[in-house]
């Protein structure tokens, strides 16, 4: 790994959550390894120099406890991180909600945010680095084209937000799975997820909104934004009894149900603006599958 930088207030507290686990597990060696260890600071050091004196001593616990190297090992799982960030910055979560991998300012480097209670458990933690080590491939892979959308009204943005996150999370554990890792959670759990995020789709839809996620080999940001997006213009869009149809301008009640692609095309050529999500009065769809058949 080329650099590993840690935040002090997070190196203090992963050295206090380990000490908690060991207390309770019984694990009394490692309680006075770390006595033997800090209790001289405080008859060495003057109350001022203290705190100086345990961040680095929290930093020399993290090296012998073999986390810099546990995280240079998950770090090289990943080929696409050791070619193309810069390193890895470690950050202290304070709630679930927090955590996770982004980029650094620069594009480079990435942060990872974590809460400290995941030191107390390697298996556990491993699994979950691994997962957000390949949401941050992801950002930096050009062929994801990972960015930040900017483009839509706050309320709409929350609810496609926790749709992208759910597709992109499956499609993240999907590919872990593949490549013979533990995924962070099961299948089943995944489907869930999109099933309450997409709670507008029918059981079926949701179904096939899973799959291909799960089983497809490659994804774009941009097409999974836009499986996110989908449903708020349809939300938004869709047509109401009484209001008018956009093609003849007559309020209806009788709202096309389905609208076949070929019908959609020659509705398309006389309306360029037009888009199936903005329905059509079932009198018009009829005039143009006659059109396209006769
Ligand atoms: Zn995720
Ligand atoms: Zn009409």
């Given at each position: 790994?080329?650099?590993l930088r840690?935040?002090?207030?997070?190196?203090?507290?992963?050295?206090?959550?380990?000490?908690?686990?060991?207390?309770?597990?019984?694990d009394?060696?490692?309680?006075?390894?770390?006595?033997?260890?800090?209790?001289?600071v405080?008859?060495?050091?003057?109350?001022?120099?203290?705190?100086?004196?345990?961040?680095?001593?929290?930093?020399?616990?993290?090296e012998?406890?073999?986390?810099?190297?546990?995280?240079?090992?998950?770090?090289?799982?990943?080929?696409?991180?050791?070619?193309r960030?810069?390193?890895?910055?470690?950050?202290?979560?304070r709630?679930?909600?927090?955590?996770?991998?982004?980029?650094?300012?620069?594009?480079?480097?990435?942060?990872?945010?974590?809460?400290?209670?995941?030191?107390?458990?390697?298996?556990?933690?491993?699994?979950?680095?691994?997962?957000?080590?390949?949401?941050?491939?992801?950002?930096?892979?050009p062929a994801?084209?990972y960015?930040?959308?900017?483009?839509?009204?706050c309320?709409?943005?929350?609810?496609?937000?926790?749709?992208?996150?759910?597709?992109?999370?499956?499609?993240?554990d999907?590919?872990?799975?593949?490549?013979?890792?533990?995924?962070?959670?099961?299948?089943?759990?995944?489907?869930?997820?999109?099933?309450?995020?997409?709670?507008?789709?029918?059981?079926?839809?949701?179904?096939?909104?899973?799959?291909?996620?799960?089983?497809?080999?490659?994804?774009?940001?941009?097409?999974?934004?836009?499986?996110?997006?989908?449903?708020?213009?349809?939300?938004?869009n869709?047509?109401?009894?009484g209001?008018?149809?956009?093609?003849?301008?007559?309020?209806?009640?009788?709202?096309?149900?389905?609208?076949?692609?070929?019908?959609?095309?020659?509705?398309?050529?006389?309306?360029?603006?037009?888009?199936?999500?903005?329905?059509?009065?079932?009198?018009?769809?009829?005039?143009?599958e006659?059109?396209?058949?006769?």
């Amino acid at each position: 790994m080329p650099t590993l930088r840690i935040e002090p207030q997070l190196l203090e507290s992963l050295t206090a959550v380990e000490l908690g686990h060991a207390a309770q597990t019984g694990d009394r060696a490692l309680v006075r390894d770390y006595h033997s260890f800090a209790d001289p600071v405080y008859e060495r050091c003057a109350p001022a120099e203290r705190d100086k004196a345990f961040a680095q001593l929290h930093l020399v616990w993290f090296e012998q406890r073999g986390w810099r190297k546990w995280f240079g090992a998950r770090w090289a799982e990943f080929p696409e991180l050791a070619a193309r960030a810069a390193g890895l910055l470690l950050l202290e979560a304070r709630w679930k909600q927090e955590e996770g991998a982004v980029l650094g300012r620069d594009s480079t480097g990435v942060c990872l945010r974590v809460l400290p209670i995941r030191f107390a458990n390697r298996a556990q933690f491993e699994v979950f680095v691994r997962h957000e080590f390949l949401h941050a491939c992801d950002m930096l892979d050009p062929a994801f084209g990972y960015r930040i959308e900017h483009s839509e009204p706050c309320s709409a943005a929350n609810a496609s937000a926790e749709r992208y996150r759910a597709l992109w999370c499956a499609y993240v554990d999907a590919r872990m799975t593949r490549r013979g890792f533990v995924s962070l959670v099961q299948p089943d759990t995944h489907r869930r997820a999109l099933a309450h995020a997409f709670s507008a789709l029918t059981a079926a839809q949701q179904t096939a909104l899973f799959e291909q996620v799960w089983n497809a080999a490659t994804l774009t940001h941009a097409e999974l934004y836009e499986r996110a997006r989908r449903l708020e213009d349809k939300r938004t869009n869709a047509p109401r009894p009484g209001t008018r149809c956009p093609l003849c301008f007559f309020p209806t009640f009788d709202w096309a149900s389905n609208i076949a692609p070929a019908v959609a095309r020659s509705i398309r050529a006389d309306f360029p603006t037009w888009d199936v999500s903005n329905g059509a009065c079932a009198r018009c769809v009829e005039r143009y599958e006659l059109t396209i058949h006769g």
